[in-house]
């Protein structure tokens, strides 16, 4: 009887303890993604607010330009329709579709700049364009993070065991902000 109730105690014990490490495997990768996943919320709301400065200043630049360089109506054009689509992009991946697209806008905005020595020497238009300079580097920054959340995020649900969990509360992987082709080439200054 005696040896019957140890092996009763040592079988539920082994069972004790592996439902314990099963149980301690799905809530500590569980938990380990919801972190994830706040902290990736966290550093796109970063970014937004790097984006939303740059969307609140191109009406100022715009206008200073405009004042001085009017036949170059197509640039002001692409420049509104971009800050228009960024306006009203409603989800991560179409706000980078959109951002990417503004920024290529501002390039060639600012390739018309330098057509226009006056206008290099207004200030207005240079404190406008110290500030949008600021914000592209701090935008800059702001993507470097949140591309860090995701990969860290990425990688952790498709590592195993975790993408077993991950598979089992539906994370899914987030996009990342990368630039645009076009921003692989340099824009060339012509007068």
Excluded: C, H
């Excluded at 503004?102 to 905005?109: E, M, Q, T, V």
């Amino acid at each position: 009887m005696e040896s019957g109730k140890r092996n009763l105690i040592i079988v539920l014990v082994v069972i004790l303890v592996i439902a314990l490490a099963i149980y301690s495997l799905f809530a500590g990768n569980y938990n380990k993604f919801v972190k994830m996943d706040v902290a990736i919320k966290a550093a796109w709301s970063q970014v937004e607010n790097q984006l939303q400065r740059r969307y609140d200043l191109i009406p100022n630049l715009v206008e200073t330009v405009k004042g001085f360089a009017k036949q170059e109506k197509s640039v002001f054009v692409e420049v509104t329709n971009a800050r228009a689509k960024v306006g009203g992009a409603g989800n991560i991946p179409d706000k980078i579709a959109a951002n990417n697209q503004l920024s290529g806008a501002l390039s060639r905005l600012l390739l018309v700049v330098e057509r226009y020595p006056d206008l290099k020497s207004n200030q207005n238009f240079m404190r406008l364009q110290d500030e949008l300079a600021g914000t592209e580097n701090r935008i800059a920054v702001e993507r470097m993070r949140y591309n860090e959340a995701v990969k860290a995020y990425n990688e952790a649900i498709r590592s195993f065991p975790a993408n077993i969990i991950a598979g089992m509360f539906n994370f899914k992987e987030n996009p990342y902000f990368e630039a645009p082709k076009e921003a692989k080439t340099a824009p060339q200054v012509k007068f």
